[in-house]
């Protein structure tokens, strides 16, 4: 055996003799193994001492060492040559773990053997100041420090890929390990400090390190980059939704989703280069690299803004249609983000919390419903979103009592209110109902995919229709129509109906001739008044002016039958005969509630002109055959008149200055005629009057009754009916109570009409309604 | 005190003259014997009322829009009765002459509408 001639230490020996054979063997064969490996073909051992020598010179060449420590005097020949030596031996994996070892020491610890503070020191320090400022600028200066360490120790790359991949582990574990918790966060504050720098530029507050070229490669070197790609995604999140935030909040009147766009090419993608596209050689490779990354930013962009609008939908409602642009972004943000859902839910929310409660104008929330139908429109032109969105909206509507009256109002043109629902450039056409499906229109597209079981594609587009569709039937609409165009033709007293007449061929066009046919009687009523009134005067002037209309075509007017007294009587007969004469086979019936009149007063010492109700003109008529009045006979006097009409009456003559309350006890209202200003009238409003300076005409009550009176009216009908079946069965439902009323002889109401009618009862306590059970009250 | 009218915006119904001296307007309403619809309104083939449409009043006192009765009239079972009360159809010329000969105009002009209505 040659091994004891190499002297091997006695353990070894001792091992081996104790050792059976076989072992014995087994070592003495690894042993000379070795001993072949580092002697190589040596005399002797003097392969041996060469690479112990080579080993001396390599280990105290990557010996880590303090940073201001001098550098070591290498002879580079020397130490190739002892790694040549190393490698024959096969031993540099060795001298990469004592490497390690000392490695691991110098960070952790201490440098071997002297007692100087390294990295650990380097970190704790740093740290310290850190977490004392909060300046991202520390932590940079960090990361250089630490980038410089690793060049310090950094083996060659002569040294071959081995030595160096091995250091760069080791070097990234170590320094990993020694990093506190605290770090992360503070890495992530000098990112968005980079990231900052590139979107806003070098602005006076940005930290020196920052602008330091070797930051990046820093990261790089010491593979925190790697370590913290998610910190570096989610920096450039933050970042884009503080900046979607800060520039797009309630900026609906730009196009936004193409400047933020904009922005991030200029200024984000620069700097996603330095993250995302590490290593790139040419900027067709930097474009792949970022190709999935910046895919993932724009989409972020998209959800940012897309949840932003969503949040803020209900005020780009109201805003419309100055937020045109807003609709545009949020549509393309939809096409890339689904969030439909989520937008259909805000939107009934707010409509919800905004819209439908008792506090808010019919004529406002119709405003704004038509104005979620233009946007939605924008936003999704087959209409899914509008019919999920509306259906609340509409059943609201259904059930105020006076949203048919506010449409048909908008559907008149006045000329003056330009808030009218129907815009200027929106064709009048005829009503469009709800359709099933025509599969011959060339444009036929399938329904949506998120439409549900009740959506109809070709559910009817314009306003109007989408508007008169939230009832069943039109029959409404055009009794509303009747009584609004009554309304405004009894108003008119110039003689000038070309108006009224233009609407009526508007809403011709939009209902249709048949049911629009009792307004044209009345339009005909008032052009034939025009001709009577002209072949009267012409026969006898009188100072009257009649509308003589055909009570089967007008609504129901509010009853009242007042006489006229004295000389307003005597007019009235005079005109009726002069009528008769010229109509003999007809008569008429004065309205004599109804109309104005402009009287002129003369007194003592002053002359009163006002256009008054006639009412009031027949109160002052009888104060010219007395001068004092009580209320009670006044009343007495002109027939049936409500009591509060006609204290209303008379307190217009004191207001004026003509009459004067004197009242000793509530029950005797007396009214006295000032035919002379009494001395202790102060600056009151009794003097001289101008001709019609107050016109009560307005505030008259509307002759008309509305729809809703006369329906009420007749609903009184069927209360009987359904007292009794209250009575015999209990509760019940609307539903049920419907059905049994179309056993009664002409009952022809929706349930909604029966419902308010219902909700009436309620009211005024004669029924009470529990989880949609009616019930008497007893 | 003095009080002078200087205009009056009034408003009034029409009524037929059927003679009755009712001023109740709110009352049982006439209506046509034949159509069941109010004299003020108009026949079922009509669409304005009044002159357009106008009444027709029989010897037995019997009133009916003028163009349900010459339709009732026009057809076999009539026998030229009032429907009301199957006396023979007359016009009362009476009633007629106490008017201004225009109605008579215009019961010439209807035998045109009863061929305009024929046609409808
Ligand atoms: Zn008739
Ligand atoms: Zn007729
Ligand atoms: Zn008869």
Sequence with gaps: MQMRSHGFPCFVVEIIMAASEALRNQVAAKWQDSFNRLNRTGVGISGLMEFSKAWAVAAEFLRPRDLGAPPKDFNTHEIRSAFDVLMQCRMLPMLLESFVACLDMSICQRICGRNQHLITDDVTRFMTEYDASGDPDVIGRLVLRLADWYFAWAPGGELGQTISSAYIVNFQTHVFSVLPAAFAAGFKRLLAATLALFTEGATPGVPASVQDSRLWPSFELLGLADRYESLIASVCYEHIETHVLETCAGKWDEPMLSRLREWMAEKVVPWMLLPYARGAKTAEEARTMLQGVGSRFDFHVCKTLCDLRTKEMFDIVIDYPDSTHALHDLKECLQRVDQRTQLVRALRKSNKKRLLHPGADTKDILTQYVSLIRCLRVIDPPGVLLFKVADPIRRYLRDRPDTIRCIVASLVVDGESGDSLVDDDEP?????????????????????????PDFRANKPSDVVSTLVSIYDSKDLFVKELQVLLAQRLLAVTDGNYEKERRNLEILKIRFGEAPLQVCEVMLKDMTDSKRIDQHVQSQSSSVMHPTIISRHFWPKFQSSKIQMPGQLHEIQEAYAREFMTFKPDKKLRWLSHLGSIRLEIELQDRTVGADVPPLEAAFIELFSEQDVWTLNDLIARVGTVERSAALKALLAWVDRGVLREETEDVDMQRFRLLERVPEDAGAGPVGITTAGSRTALAEEEPAVLTVQQQQAEQMKVYWKFIEGMLTNLGGLPIDRIQTML????????????????????????LVSVKDGIWRLNR | MKITVKRWHAIAQWQWDTGKTDDNGDAEEDVCGICRIPFEGCCPTCKVPGDDCPLIWGECSHVFHMHCLLKWIGTAASK??????????????????????????????????????RRE
């Design chain 1, 742 to 765: 179309k056993f009664a002889q002409g009952y022809d109401r929706t349930v909604d009409q029966l419902g308010a009618f219902m909700d009436a009862a309620r009211r005024e306590g």
């Design chain 1, 428 to 452: 009048i056409q005829p009503l469009q109902s709800a359709q099933v499906d025509d599969y011959t229109d060339p444009n036929w597209e399938p329904e949506p995919i998120d439409a549900g």
């Design chain 2, 80 to 117: 030229q009765q009032c429907p009301m009360d199957r006396r023979p159809w007359g016009e009362t010329i009476a009633h007629l002459s106490v008017h201004t000969p225009r109605n008579l105009d215009r019961i010439s002009i209807s035998s045109d509408r009863r061929e305009k209505g």
